[in-house]
């Protein structure tokens, strides 16, 4: 894959899935392998994602609205408007909303796979026409690995 023209997604033109609150921007394909981002926005005490790890993608969380929850391995941080957090490989995180109004985060991948599928098959769990347990078996596929976390269950 070749990255030789920019990429530009106006505002209005994301795909959004409505059910999960993603807004796809650009994936691997569109960058010739080099990221993949989406804008997630989660009500006041929605779970964005269980603990998971990617074994191949750093993912970077920048908060544009409101506060984030996040699980990184054992500890539990808070992060406002504004913060920046790049989650290394093989770290097991997890986020939520945190307060009393919308979060809205941009999310890059780097050296991610292709990931829109799996936003997509997400949205699909949500409305209820796809089993969770799809999702679940496509952890080699996404690079989207579940993981147990007392610290997140107990939070």
Known sequence: MTFTKPVLVRAT??????????????DVPQTGGQLTSHRSTF?????????HQHHEASELFFVLAGRLRVLLDDELILLDQGDFLV??????????????TPTEVLFVLTHAKPRFGYYRLLEQAYQGTTDWSEVAA?????????AESPTWTHR
Do not use: M
């Open 13 to 26: 033109d994301g795909e959004v899935l409505s059910a999960s609150g993603v807004t796809l921007l650009a």
């Open 43 to 51: 009500r006041p005490g929605k779970e964005g994602a269980p603990p």
């Open 87 to 100: 989650v290394p490989p093989s770290t097991t995180h997890a986020f939520e909303a945190a307060g009393s």
């Open 138 to 146: 496509t952890s080699d596929l996404y690079d989207n690995h579940y």
